[in-house]
């Protein structure tokens, strides 16, 4: 499994990686994160992230990998009566299409973190209402360690 702590640093890198991310925040406990995100100015957009899922695999223990299942939040509060959701999906678009590249380019480099990002796994997911107040898009992919 990857080492949760350089996970973190990784994503947190993506603040002065890509302008327009006020903040990285690491999921955890349920009650924490709804406090948070009402806390979350509407002009801030935030990128979440989830420890990672893993699952092991092989035939035998010279074979065994673990397949990581990665998930990131890009969001951002949205006002009903400004254009709602829609327009906050829209508005979250290019940065969320730069994490992407992003992450393929840290891959081709062999970044210690996603070096065996699998890119076909990559898939990217439109969210509204999260929490009642956010929307933006969700990224989900596989790595192996």
Request: net charge negative; proline share 4%.
């Amino acid at each position: 499994m990857v080492d949760i702590k350089d996970y973190r640093e990784y994503w947190e890198q993506y603040k002065e990686r890509i302008q327009g991310i006020s903040d990285v925040v690491p999921l955890t406990v349920d009650q924490d994160i709804s406090k948070m995100v009402q806390d979350i100015r509407k002009d801030k957009m935030v990128l979440f992230m989830l420890v990672p899922e893993t699952k092991g695999s092989g035939v035998n223990v010279d074979a065994y990998e673990e397949k990581n299942e990665g998930v990131v939040f890009l969001g951002k509060k949205y006002d009903p009566q400004r254009g709602g959701a829609y327009a906050c999906i829209e508005s979250v678009q290019p940065v969320i299409s730069e994490i992407r590249d992003m992450m393929m380019e840290d891959m081709a480099s062999g970044c210690p973190v996603l070096g065996t990002l699998d890119i076909d796994s990559i898939r990217i997911v439109p969210v509204s209402a999260w929490y009642n107040v956010l929307a933006g898009w969700m990224i989900d992919f596989t790595f192996t360690i």
